[in-house]
T-cell receptor, first 113, second 114 residues
Framework: DTAVSQTPKYLVTQMGNDKSIKCEQN?????MYWYKQDSKKFLKIMFSYNNKELIINETVPNRFSPKSPDKAHLNLHINSLELGDSAVYFC????????????FGPGTRLTVL | AQSVTQLGSHVSVSEGALVLLRCNYSSSVPPYLFWYVQYPNQGLQLLLKYTTGATLVKGINGFEAEFKKSETSFHLTKPSAHMSDAAEYFCAVSDHQAGTALIFGKGTTLSVSS
């Protein structure tokens, strides 16, 4: 059983388009995250949600909007895609009281042409 | 603010040799410390973590790490490298507040030759 899943795994799109990446976790965790891994493999937090409430919102363009319909899902919507948005996006989850151990999804490789 | 420095962006070892990947952190309070591994085109898998208690932490696949507060280090070791250990390794730190972000180092690519 996949603990943290993301769809799609690969996403190729044109500049200016709007796209979404979906994330689901079946671990029963109450906190979910989005991280961005750039071309140099550097990982940086973008957002985190706890019980559907935004708790971390790093300095990312407001073209990026996370949406959490329920505790098990955290989707990432990106408007007006730019070349610089090309990266691998990872979803992760954790449970309060479990020493912030985060479980990561397989990643979504976004390529903007 | 917390930060992580991984010394050596690329480490090469022979199969059977000792693996040593270095990680130093900066934090105003004792943090939680993690090592994750990333195989090509895959997500991150937790190798081991230090939260409290014993400073020598054993993880999966024969890896271990030792938390040294005086040196602000959390180096990852494995006595004998295997070809399957070739991957990207990330050291990460977080504070103790639930739901906080992991702050990652820039990663170390481990190559293993036969």
């Amino acid at each position: 059983d996949t603990a943290v899943s993301q769809t799609p795994k690969y996403l190729v799109t044109q500049m200016g388009n709007d796209k979404s990446i979906k994330c689901e976790q079946n671990l029963g965790h109450d906190t979910m995250y989005w991280y961005k891994q750039d071309s140099k493999k550097f990982l940086k937090i973008m957002f985190s949600y706890n019980n559907k409430e935004l708790i971390i919102n790093e300095t990312v363009p407001n073209r990026f909007s996370p949406k959490s319909p329920d505790k098990a899902h955290l989707n990432l919507h990106i408007n007006s895609l730019e070349l610089g948005d090309s990266a691998v996006y990872f979803c992760a989850s954790s449970q309060r009281g479990h020493k912030n151990e985060q479980f990561f999804g397989p990643g979504t490789r976004l390529t903007v042409l | 603010a917390q930060s992580v420095t991984q010394l050596g962006s690329h480490v090469s070892v022979s199969e059977g040799a000792l693996v040593l990947l270095r990680c130093n952190y900066s934090s105003s309070v004792p943090p939680y410390l993690f090592w994750y591994v990333q195989y090509p085109n895959q997500g991150l898998q937790l190798l081991l973590k230090y939260t409290t208690g014993a400073t020598l932490v054993k993880g999966i696949n024969g890896f271990e790490a030792e938390f040294k507060k005086s040196e602000t280090s959390f180096h990852l070791t494995k006595p004998s490298a295997h070809m399957s250990d070739a991957a990207e390794y990330f050291c990460a730190v977080s504070d103790h507040q639930a739901g906080t972000a992991l702050i990652f180092g820039k990663g170390t690519t481990l190559s293993v030759s036969s």
